[in-house]
C-alpha cells in the first residue's frame, strides 16, 4: 500500500514541480494569439473553455488505454508503478505538452507536419504515412471491440444481440463526429464521458483502501512476476503501458486541442496535466486489479495451492485459461463487486464508450492529417467529405479482417511515434534556444533524454519480440544500445551541420 500511495503523490509533486520546469522551458506566452483566433474556422479552429478542453483532451489520450495496459501491465509486478511514474512525469507529460504546445507555435499544425519541419522531409512522408495507418486503424478495430461488447451486454434481444448491427451504430456515429464541427459533438458528449471516467477512478480508488487483498510493495518491483510473457521485464512494461506512461497515439490528439486552446497559459493544465491524470488512472487501476486479484477465490478454476495473486490475475483475465486474455472482464469484475449498480454502469461506460470516443477522434485526427499535408480547407463540409469517404471505406474493409495479428504490432508501432516525437521536439527545443536565458538554454536536454530512452525500448523490444526477429533478451537489448548509439550519432551530427551553417 505504501508503494501506491507514495506513486500517487509522486504524480501530482511531478505536476507542480516538473511540469512548471517544462512550460518555463517552453516559454509559453499568455500574450500570444493562439490558433483558434488566429485561424477560426467554426470547424476544427473554434475557441473552447478551458475545462472543456481538459476533458476532450483527457479522453481523447485516455480511453481504455490506462485501464487496459495498467491491469495487463500490472502482471509484470510492482515495477508498472516505477514505469508509469516515472514514464509519466519525465516521458509522457512532456511529449503531449511539447507536441501541443509546438502545434500552437505552428497554428494547429498536425503530429507529421511538427516532425517533418523538424526531421526533414523523407521523415514528414513516413510520418503522414504512418500516422494515417495508425488513426485508420484505430479507428477501425475500435468500432469492432465495443460492437462486440454491446452485443454481448444485450444478448437477451434478438435485434441488438448482433454485433453488426451496433458496428453500424457506432460506424455512423464515427461519420457524424469527423465531419460536425468539434463543439457541435464531440464537444458536448466527451466532457460528460470524461467526468464518468474520471468518477469510475476516484470510487475504485476507494475500493483500493476499503477491500480486501494485499497490495505487493517496491522490494518486488525488480523481478519479472508475469506467468505468461516471454518477453522480459525490459522492455515488455514499458510497451505494455504505454497510455499512463508514454504513448506516441497522444501526439497526434493533441493538435486538435491546439486549435481550441484559448491562451498558451493553460498549456500545463491542459497537455501535461492531461497526461497526470491519465497516470493517476493507470496507477489506481494497477492497484485495483492486483489487489482484486489477490483476493479472488480461484478455485471456481481448479487452482489451488500456493498461488501468486498474478496467477490469479491471469486466471480471472483468461477465465482459468478458456479464453484469451480480457482486461474488460477484471473491469466490470471490480465495478460491479466493489461499487455495486452505479458501478455496474460505470464499467460499460469504461469499457464501452472509452474506446469509442478513441475511434471518433481518430478517424477526425486522419481528415485532418490528410487536410494539412494536401494544403485543403475543411470549412465546407462537402470538402470534409471528400477526404473521409476514402478514410472510412478503407476501415470498413480492415475491420473485415481478423486483428489479433496487426494489433500485436500496435503497442510497438504506437511507441515508436513517440520516438520520432521526441527526437524532432528535441530539434524544436535545440533550435529555438536562443529565445531562453540560462540554463533554459539547455532544456533541450530534458526531452533527449526520453527520446533515447524510448528509442533504446522501442528497438530492443522489436529485435526480441516474437512478431519481431525473436532473438534472445540479451542479444536484443544490445542491438537496442546499438541502434539508440547510432541514432544519437545521427542527432549530434546534424546539430553539428546547423552550427556550421549558422557560422557561414
Not at 509533486?13 to 493562439?34: A, E, H, M, W
Not at 503522414?128 to 452485443?151: C, D, E, N, Y
Request: glycine fraction near 10%; hydrophobic fraction near 50%.
Amino acid at each position: 500500500m505504501y508503494t501506491f500511495v507514495i506513486s500517487v503523490l509522486l504524480l501530482i509533486i511531478g505536476y507542480v514541480f516538473y511540469g512548471t520546469l517544462i512550460d518555463k522551458v517552453f516559454g509559453s506566452d499568455p500574450n500570444r494569439k493562439t490558433p483558434c483566433f488566429t485561424s477560426g474556422d467554426g470547424v476544427d479552429y473554434i475557441p473552447m473553455p478551458t475545462w472543456k478542453v481538459f476533458l476532450i483532451q483527457f479522453l481523447n489520450i485516455a480511453g481504455t488505454g490506462p485501464i487496459f495496459g495498467a491491469i495487463q501491465g500490472i502482471l509484470f509486478g510492482p515495477s508498472a508503478y516505477i514505469w508509469i511514474v516515472l514514464g509519466c512525469i519525465f516521458g509522457g507529460a512532456v511529449h503531449d505538452y511539447m507536441s501541443g504546445m509546438i502545434s500552437i507555435r505552428k497554428n494547429g499544425a498536425s503530429l507529421p507536419e511538427i516532425v517533418g519541419d523538424e526531421l526533414g522531409m523523407s521523415i514528414r512522408f513516413v510520418m503522414r504515412v504512418l500516422s494515417l495507418i495508425l488513426m485508420v486503424l484505430v479507428g477501425a478495430v475500435f468500432v469492432t471491440t465495443p460492437a462486440g461488447l454491446l452485443a454481448n451486454i444485450c444478448g437477451g434481444n434478438a435485434w441488438f444481440s448482433q454485433s453488426i448491427v451496433w458496428v453500424i451504430i457506432i460506424f455512423v456515429y464515427y461519420i457524424l463526429a469527423t465531419l460536425l464541427p468539434i463543439d457541435k459533438l464531440i464537444g458536448k458528449i466527451y466532457p460528460a464521458f470524461g467526468v464518468a471516467l474520471l468518477v469510475m477512478a476516484v470510487g475504485v480508488g476507494f475500493g483500493i483502501f476499503a477491500q480486501g487483498g494485499v497490495l505487493p510493495e517496491i522490494t518486488e518491483a525488480f523481478s519479472n512476476h508475469h506467468p505468461h510473457s516471454s518477453i522480459p521485464l525490459f522492455p515488455g512494461i514499458c510497451i505494455t503501458i504505454a497510455c499512463g506512461a508514454v504513448s506516441g497515439f497522444h501526439a497526434t490528439q493533441s493538435p486538435m486541442m491546439a486549435r481550441c486552446i484559448q491562451n498558451e497559459k493553460y498549456g500545463r493544465p491542459i497537455f501535461y496535466g492531461a497526461m497526470i491524470t491519465e497516470g493517476l488512472v493507470a496507477i489506481i487501476w494497477a492497484a485495483a486489479a492486483i489487489k482484486f486479484a489477490d483476493a479472488f477465490d480461484v478455485s471456481k478454476f481448479g487452482m489451488s495451492g500456493d498461488v501468486t495473486p498474478y496467477e490469479k490475475l491471469w486466471a480471472v483475465m483468461t477465465n482459468g485459461g478458456e479464453t484469451g486474455p480480457n482486461p474488460a472482464v477484471v473491469v466490470n469484475a471490480i465495478c460491479s463487486s466493489w461499487l455495486g449498480t452505479v458501478g455496474a454502469i460505470l464499467a460499460v461506460l469504461g469499457v464501452v464508450a472509452a474506446p469509442i470516443t478513441s475511434g471518433d477522434t481518430a478517424f477526425r485526427c486522419a481528415r485532418l492529417i490528410a487536410a494539412d499535408f494536401m494544403h485543403y480547407k475543411q470549412n465546407k463540409i462537402y470538402k470534409r467529405l471528400i477526404l473521409s469517404v476514402p478514410i472510412f471505406v478503407i476501415a470498413g474493409v480492415l475491420m473485415c479482417i481478423d486483428f489479433s495479428i496487426l494489433w500485436r504490432y500496435f503497442a510497438w508501432f504506437n511507441q515508436t511515434l513517440s520516438v520520432f516525437t521526441l527526437w524532432a521536439v528535441t530539434m524544436w527545443l535545440y533550435n529555438s534556444r536562443g529565445e531562453r536565458k540560462g540554463l533554459l538554454r539547455y532544456g533541450w536536454l530534458l526531452t533527449a533524454v526520453p527520446a533515447c530512452w524510448m528509442t533504446l525500448i522501442c528497438s530492443s523490444y522489436i529485435i526480441m519480440a516474437p512478431e519481431g526477429f525473436g532473438v534472445n533478451a540479451s542479444t536484443g537489448v544490445i542491438g537496442g544500445v546499438i541502434f539508440t548509439s547510432c541514432v544519437v550519432c545521427t542527432f549530434v551530427g546534424r546539430i553539428a551541420r546547423l552550427q556550421m551553417e549558422g557560422k557561414k
